[in-house]
């Protein structure tokens, strides 16, 4: 069975630049969460979607944002990205919500 | 956003020793509970979810849970350097069914 893929592995942009992560789940999987991890903060929930509705968001200004397609593939965005949002992101399958999660490798966004 | 909150650490252990890895959480109506182990570099990676009271024993890895106290442990067994890695405490929040992470704890066995 395949695992959790993200795409792309590694992304360098420019300040102000947007960007597009893209996260396929575990066949069967219908629940995806994105994280961001940083040294200095640990991992930081950004939102989940459950059959292409978002059922929790965190705490993260409105330049990030996310969906889900009816495949169950996820994709969150990033506007106007800022040097702050330097991180690996990672997401994360789960068959339902609030069951067992599997990560992806991450994709790590350089903001420069 | 419930808290959940894992000992600062580091942790450095010498080979074949038991490695102490404790979780504390503040979410009373949380029920699933688990433990993840990050290599530098790589993503997390499920290496045991407890659901009950006790303990829960898969190969050298022991989980322990006391949901009245509010805490989960990780124990190691024969501590080997590949388990050298960040472990990560993770919980299901009631309610919203949100996954939480602690910051993590590194650990690092000494041949």
């Not at chain 1, 994360?92 to 609030?98: D, P, R, V, Y």
């Not at chain 2, 299901?92 to 650990?107: A, H, N, Q, T, Y």
């Amino acid at each position: 069975k395949a695992g959790v893929t993200q795409t792309p592995r590694y992304l360098i942009k420019t300040r102000g630049q947007q960007v597009t992560l893209s996260c396929s789940p575990i066949s069967g999987h219908r629940s995806v969460s994105w994280y961001q991890q940083t040294p200095g903060q640990g991992l930081q929930f950004l939102f989940e979607y459950f059959s292409e509705t978002q059922r929790n968001k965190g705490n993260f200004p409105g330049r990030f944002s996310g969906r889900q397609f009816s495949n169950s593939r996820s994709e969150m965005n990033v506007s106007t990205l800022e040097l702050g949002d330097s991180a690996l992101y990672l997401c994360a399958s789960s068959f339902w919500t609030g069951t067992e999660a599997f990560f992806g490798q991450g994709t790590r966004l350089t903001v420069v | 956003q419930k808290e959940v909150e894992q000992n600062s650490g580091p942790l450095s252990v010498p080979e074949g020793a038991i490695a102490s890895l404790n979780c504390t959480y503040s979410d009373r109506v949380s029920q699933s509970f688990f433990w993840y182990r990050q290599y530098s570099g790589k993503s997390p990676e499920l290496i045991m979810s407890i659901y009950s009271n006790g303990d829960k024993e898969d190969g050298r890895f022991t989980a322990q849970l006391n949901k009245a106290s509010q805490y989960v442990s990780l124990l190691i067994r024969d501590s080997q350097p590949s388990d050298s890695a960040t472990y990560l405490c993770a919980v299901i929040e009631g309610g919203s069914e949100k996954l939480v992470f602690g910051k993590g704890m590194k650990l690092t066995v000494n041949p």
